[in-house]
T-cell receptor
Framework: GAGVSQSPSNKVTEKGKDVELRCDPI?????LYWYRQSLGQGLEFLIY????????KSGLPSDRFSAERTGGSVSTLTIQRTQQEDSAVYLC???????????????????FGPGTRLTVL | AQTVTQSQPEMSVQEAETVTLSCTYD???????LFWYKQPPSRQMILVIR??????QNATENRFSVNFQKAAKSFSLKISDSQLGDAAMYFC????????????FGTGTSLTVIP
């Protein structure tokens, strides 16, 4: 089946403009993650959606960043008033997380999209 | 807080040889998961191998295997019979099993395979 897709693959914008990045997770995956990967760095967690629960926004670097997930499927990451330091690759991942009867979670594999390379001039 | 350290920014290996990538992590938890992801130039992150902390047996996937040392908090990746297609960035990642949603990633190791 289809994997995680992201659009656009590349985005060049001017400082101060708003941008929207889109992620289409694998159908049926309940969990969706956004990460930021700066040049030469690892992945920085931004936000996590799980089903109908309130998202975990603890990784968002500032209030210029926001994300939503409509209908438990497609997600949009919005960056307002972009700054040059926002330039990075933004990766989306989805997973099918199953809850064991003990109340823990059986972590399933994260499947990543190809990312959106954002360049802020 | 959990941290993941990859102390080798770059590694190289001769084709058909074996290479080991290092990863250490810091946690006070006993139940967690560890992962190795591969990111080729296409940017697509691909799961290479995963290990559940409660399992003592080291995970193996074809030419990829891990050396999981729980007491030492070490999780190294061994690639045997290296192939040109193995050239990529490799990221080690940690996730606690019962609480929190975050995966913690290391800064990556860039692997070059020499023909």
């Amino acid at each position: 089946g289809a994997g995680v897709s992201q659009s656009p693959s590349n985005k060049v914008t001017e400082k101060g403009k708003d941008v929207e990045l889109r992620c289409d997770p694998i159908s049926g995956h309940t969990a969706l993650y956004w990460y930021r990967q700066s040049l030469g760095q690892g992945l920085e967690f931004l936000i996590y959606f799980q089903g109908n629960s309130a998202p975990d926004k603890s990784g968002l670097p500032s209030d210029r960043f926001s994300a939503e997930r409509t209908g438990g499927s497609v997600s949009t990451l919005t960056i307002q008033r972009t700054q040059q330091e926002d330039s990075a690759v933004y990766l989306c991942a989805s997973s099918l997380e199953r809850w064991l009867s003990s109340g823990g979670d059986d972590t399933d594999t994260q499947y990543f999209g190809p990312g959106t390379r954002l360049t802020v001039l | 807080a959990q941290t993941v350290t990859q102390s080798q920014p770059e590694m190289s290996v001769q084709e058909a040889e074996t290479v080991t990538l290092s990863c250490t992590y810091d946690t006070s938890e006993s139940d967690y998961y560890l992962f190795w992801y591969k990111q080729p130039p296409s940017r697509q992150m691909i799961l290479v191998i995963r290990q559940e902390a409660y399992k003592q047996q080291n995970a193996t996937e074809n030419r990829f295997s891990v050396n999981f040392q729980k007491a030492a908090k070490s999780f190294s990746l061994k690639i045997s019979d290296s192939q040109l297609g193995d050239a990529a960035m490799y990221f080690c990642a940690y996730r606690h099993s019962n609480t929190g949603n975050q995966f913690y990633f290391g800064t990556g190791t860039s692997l070059t395979v020499i023909p």
